[in-house]
């Protein structure tokens, strides 16, 4: 899959095709309806399929000091939307220019970058200068302008709409299930592992760190996990997500201790599912209380990952 520029032509072999066009940030289950269908009748109309998504997401433009709320990388996008059949992702750089485009101006930027033959969206899109433009005016204008327009309705699960707003609500409580059924996968960090102090280390308890970055913050705490390796390969561990209170000064870290794995990570990218919160974080008056309850957690954890496999 091609990765592409929103402010360049696309490359002739995937013009005229079905966009999907969104945010996709998390892409769960409504944003996987909309991309299948696009997916759907590009393959049935022998067109390509591209997925269209604005990085900076347009909530970071217009509030550039709210907390961090992303769920998914660019990269991790990519990956996605590949797999579920896409075979371009054209990328909008969210900025001044292109919060200045009227509703018109951004649906003729999409046949002039993209020569979109179609384009699906979920119902709720808006677009344009002051969300201007929905899905009937989307509609209206690629009448006019040679796109059509299709709607993808909500996608509900146990009686309740599918949206990130609600597994941002469940991360920030500490139910990376409850996130993971809306998604169809666990949440997931990918980030550069950083070197340390290696007190884990000095505790039996070597830690691959990383920073959340651009991340919502789950719930802080300790988290049964799994590490996907650059090599492909996949390891059972447990984590500390939060700021280490026993230790000083605090740091916001996500610390991973892989069971079974005596590698060097550093400088490598590795992404951390979130599976289970064991517990919050907590401070320990010694480093053999602190121990005892990293040896607890590290059982706790082989035993409930162990169990889902």
């Known amino acids: 899959m091609q990765r592409l520029d929103g402010g360049s032509a696309v490359p002739l072999p995937l013009r005229d095709a079905i966009v999907a066009l969104g945010n996709f940030d998390g892409f769960h289950l409504g944003h996987q309806a909309v991309v299948g269908r696009a997916v ?12 269209a998504t604005f990085d900076p997401h347009p909530r970071r433009f217009f509030q550039p ?15 996605l939307f590949a797999a579920a059949g896409a075979d371009g992702m054209l990328v909008f750089h969210f900025d001044a220019t292109l919060a200045r485009l009227t509703a018109r101006q951004f649906a003729e930027q999409l046949v002039d970058t993209a020569a ?34 299709e709607t993808v309705g909500a996608v509900a699960l146990d009686g309740q709409i599918v949206s990130s707003s609600r597994i ?14 809306l ?12 070197g340390g102090a290696k007190l884990g280390r000095q505790l039996g308890y070597p830690t691959a760190n990383m920073r959340l970055s ?3 913050r789950p719930k802080y705490g300790i988290y049964a996990i ?4 650059p090599d492909g390969r996949v390891l059972n561990g447990v984590a500390n997500l939060g700021i280490r209170p026993s230790f000083d000064p605090p740091t916001e870290l996500l610390e991973s201790f892989f069971f079974d794995f005596n590698g060097d990570l550093y400088g490598q ?7 289970a919160y064991l517990r919050p974080e907590a401070k320990f008056d010694s480093l053999d209380a602190l121990t005892a309850q990293m040896d607890e957690d590290a059982a706790r954890a082989r035993q409930l990952l162990s169990a889902r496999t």
């Open 269 to 275: 990218t590795v992404e951390i599912e979130l599976i």
């Open 183 to 194: 998604l169809t996968r666990p949440f997931a960090i990918a980030a550069e592992v950083e």
């Open 116 to 149: 979109a033959a179609g384009v699906v969206t979920g119902e709720d899109f808006t677009f344009g200068k002051g969300r201007e433009g929905n899905v009937a005016t989307l509609a209206a204008l690629g009448a006019e302008l040679g796109f059509t327009a």
């Open 65 to 79: 000091d709210a907390s961090p709320f992303r769920l998914t990388t660019l990269d991790q996008r990519e990956r």
């Open 226 to 229: 799994r590490g996907r390796l």
């Open 40 to 51: 759907a009748r590009a393959r049935a109309e022998g067109r390509p399929a591209i997925v």
């Open 214 to 216: 651009s991340y919502l």
């Open 168 to 181: 941002r609500e469940h991360l920030k409580a500490g139910d990376p299930r409850g996130a993971a059924m």
